[in-house]
């Protein structure tokens, strides 16, 4: 079964609005997960990387005031997107990683597929 | 800093045909190379994960390859089906970091 679970896997929202996507590890403490942004027929982007307890680490280019990730707990990180417009209308998927008992895993979630309207 | 490409962009083939769709990474220091099927609208489903250590990974019609010293992964898919029509992608991990996507290769397989 799925060691990573990511909600929700569709969501609509207005333009304006903010709306959150939540990546929990089922199995395993992460204290690292990952979020990632595939626009319409491209392949997947890292936007930033989560780190439980610490800020986030944003690649170049990713807004961190309009994509705010947080990683409260080793099990769970959430990407809110904040005043969303259509042109955010994606598909986000996150990762989280195993480090447990001498291995280093990632596993990925279902992903998310965001409209925006 | 990884890069990862994937050829073909795009393969049509009828079906039964046996295929190879290619990947290629530039920093041979993976730490594993996996390989995700992608349907429209639809999340990754996993397909096969190869550890550096490894040469190949098998599952069902399905056989990964991996050339660490050249750069490259195979991903065969025997006697192809209609279901099998996906988009494909190939992602590098280099340890301590993050998996880096291709862009991917669309197939159709045609009945």
């Known amino acids: 079964g799925a060691v990573v679970s990511q909600h929700p896997s569709r969501v609509i929202c207005k333009s304006g609005t903010s709306?959150?996507?939540?990546?929990r590890s089922l199995d395993f403490q992460a204290t690292t997960m990952f979020w990632y942004r595939q626009f319409?027929?491209?392949?997947?982007?890292?936007?930033?990387?989560?780190?439980?307890?610490?800020?986030?680490?944003?690649?170049q280019g990713v807004e961190k005031d309009k994509f705010l990730i947080n990683h409260a707990s080793l099990t769970l990180s959430t990407l809110t997107v904040t005043s969303a417009h259509p042109e955010?209308?994606?598909?986000?998927?996150?990762?989280?990683?195993d480090r447990g008992q001498g291995v280093d895993t990632i596993y990925f979630g279902e992903g998310s597929w965001l409209t925006v309207v | 800093k990884q890069e990862v490409t994937q050829i073909p962009a795009a393969l049509s083939v009828p079906e039964?045909?046996?295929?190879?769709?290619?990947?290629?990474?530039?920093?041979?220091?993976?730490?594993?190379?996996?390989?995700?099927?992608?349907?429209?609208?639809?999340?990754?489903?996993?397909?096969l994960l190869i550890q550096s250590s490894q040469r190949e990974q098998t599952s069902g019609r399905l056989n990964a390859s991996l050339d660490k010293s050249s750069g490259r992964s195979t991903l065969y898919i025997a006697a192809s089906q209609p279901g099998d029509s996906a988009t494909y992608l190939c992602a590098a991990y280099n340890y301590g970091q993050n998996f880096?996507?291709?862009p991917g290769t669309r197939l159709s397989v045609l009945p």
Request: net charge negative; glycine share 8%.
């Open chain 1, 19 to 23: 709306v959150k996507i939540e990546c």
């Open chain 1, 40 to 59: 319409p027929k491209q392949s997947l982007m890292l936007m930033a990387t989560s780190n439980e307890g610490s800020k986030a680490t944003y690649e």
């Open chain 1, 88 to 97: 955010d209308s994606s598909f986000y998927i996150c990762s989280a990683r």
């Open chain 2, 16 to 47: 039964g045909e046996n295929l190879v769709l290619n990947c290629s990474f530039t920093d041979s220091a993976i730490y594993n190379l996996q390989w995700f099927r992608q349907d429209p609208g639809k999340g990754l489903t996993s397909l």
């Open chain 2, 100 to 102: 880096v996507f291709g």
